[in-house]
């Protein structure tokens, strides 16, 4: 599964979801999760808000 998206500066993804609200959607969907997340080119503090 490949889930590209960005984080915004309030730490949510453009359709609002939060960071970890989307996290949890992708392990419900996966059975248990990926083998790991990315976050790429977002502020420490903007994926610590989401």
Do not use: F, K, W
């Amino acid at each position: 599964m490949h889930r590209p998206t960005a984080v915004e500066t309030g730490g949510r993804l453009p359709d609002g979801t939060t960071l970890a609200e989307a996290i949890a959607q992708v392990d419900q969907e996966t059975s248990g999760g990926p083998l790991y997340y990315l976050v790429n080119c977002a502020h420490p503090e903007h994926a610590a808000a989401g």
